[in-house]
């Protein structure tokens, strides 16, 4: 899934959960969404490994399958 830019819908490039457009210089922050329910899903940071929980039942998710959005602000 690549991601747009809002702005220009040129394409973003993803850094963690921030992303940042070449073409318009302007940098967004991303939301993680459960694949199965689009909620927001938890981020766990431990010893350089992160991972995603759904708190709505879908438990640990795969980064694989993890939904990314551009939060709106």
Known sequence: MELTCP?????LEQQGDKAHCA????DFTLTALC???HKPLEVLK?????DYFCQNGHGLISKKRV???VATQ
């Open 7 to 11: 702005v220009c819908h040129g394409p």
């Open 23 to 26: 073409k318009c210089s302007q």
């Open 35 to 37: 694949p199965d329910c």
């Open 46 to 50: 431990a010893c350089g490994a992160v």
């Open 67 to 69: 939904e990314f959005v």
